[in-house]
């Protein structure tokens, strides 16, 4: 492996092993080979796998048991029509959220026109949270993933929570497994621009304002998609 710097050959473990969780080549279940077998593998040393597993674990794509080792995990399952295990691919997890643009802005932009009193609250008790332990690689995904599906039911229409429900975690997963290190949620200044995003949103939905809240809602995964990019 070709990399500068311990962090950066993390990193391209992380996307090699990712690849191979990702393509079935290791199913759930199935433990991870040793920290020897991929110290010799891979010629990295045994903090960059250390490092490695570690931010597969908080990807929720691994789980470590003290004295057996670490051991993949199933993708949460979704709807056959939108089965997130067959995306694969980097352009797969763009055009998802090419996806979620349009759905989520449009959810967003009813959520401020219809919303009631107690969704309001409900949405903003998962930016509280979402504030609360964003940092916490381990739970931030689902506490992301509670905020957006609060705004679709504030829509007053079924579907979108539907939608956004049988996509589930993995919609916020899939994206941040794919992201430079720069931008991950341990990092505060990450942290504090994906926060200011979400307040935003319910800043706007608050005081009803259906075309404030779209945008604010397609800027949030706009910025998602060009850091995907980048």
Same mark, same amino acid.
């Given at each position: 492996?070709?990399?500068?710097?311990?962090?950066?050959?993390?990193?391209?473990?992380?996307?090699?092993?990712?690849?191979?969780?990702?393509?079935?080549?290791?199913?759930?279940?199935?433990?991870?080979?040793?920290?020897?077998?991929?110290?010799?593998?891979?010629?990295?040393?045994?903090?960059?796998?250390?490092?490695?597993?570690?931010?597969?674990?908080?990807?929720?794509?691994?789980?470590?048991?003290?004295?057996?080792?670490?051991?993949?995990?199933?993708?949460?399952?979704?709807?056959?029509?939108?089965?997130?295990?067959?995306?694969?691919?980097?352009?797969?997890?763009?055009?998802?959220?090419?996806?979620?643009?349009?759905?989520?802005?449009?959810?967003?932009?009813?959520?401020?026109?219809?919303?009631?009193?107690?969704?309001?609250?409900?949405?903003?008790?998962?930016?509280?949270?979402?504030?609360?332990?964003? /940092?916490?690689?381990?739970?931030?995904?689902?506490?992301?993933?509670?905020?957006?599906?609060?705004?679709?039911?504030?829509?007053?229409?079924?579907?979108?929570?539907?939608?956004?429900?049988?996509?589930?975690?993995?919609?916020?997963?899939?994206?941040?497994?794919?992201? /430079?290190?720069?931008?991950?949620?341990? /990092?505060?200044?990450?942290?504090?621009?994906?926060?200011?995003?979400?307040?935003?949103?319910?800043?706007?939905?608050?005081?009803?304002?259906?075309?404030?809240?779209?945008?604010?809602?397609?800027?949030?995964?706009?910025?998602?998609?060009?850091?995907?990019?980048?």
């Amino acid at each position: 492996m070709k990399a500068e710097g311990g962090r950066g050959l993390a990193h391209e473990l992380v996307e090699r092993l990712k690849e191979r969780i990702l393509a079935g080549e290791l199913e759930p279940g199935e433990k991870l080979p040793t920290e020897s077998s991929l110290v010799a593998e891979f010629g990295v040393s045994r903090t960059v796998v250390r490092e490695a597993i570690s931010r597969l674990q908080a990807a929720g794509l691994v789980e470590t048991f003290q004295g057996r080792g670490s051991f993949v995990l199933s993708l949460p399952s979704a709807t056959e029509r939108f089965a997130l295990g067959d995306v694969r691919s980097h352009r797969d997890v763009l055009e998802l959220l090419e996806l979620r643009i349009g759905v989520e802005s449009e959810a967003a932009g009813l959520a401020a026109e219809r919303r009631t009193a107690h969704q309001l609250k409900a949405i903003e008790r998962a930016l509280d949270d979402f504030q609360r332990i964003g /940092d916490d690689p381990s739970k931030s995904v689902e506490a992301d993933f509670a905020f957006h599906l609060k705004v679709a039911n504030a829509s007053g229409n079924r579907f979108y929570p539907e939608l956004i429900g049988s996509l589930g975690p993995m919609m916020i997963m899939l994206p941040r497994t794919r992201l /430079d290190p720069a931008y991950e949620m341990s /990092d505060a200044a990450h942290l504090t621009r994906v926060v200011h995003e979400h307040e935003n949103i319910y800043a706007a939905i608050a005081r009803s304002d259906p075309e404030g809240a779209r945008a604010a809602a397609r800027v949030h995964l706009s910025n998602t998609r060009h850091r995907l990019q980048k």
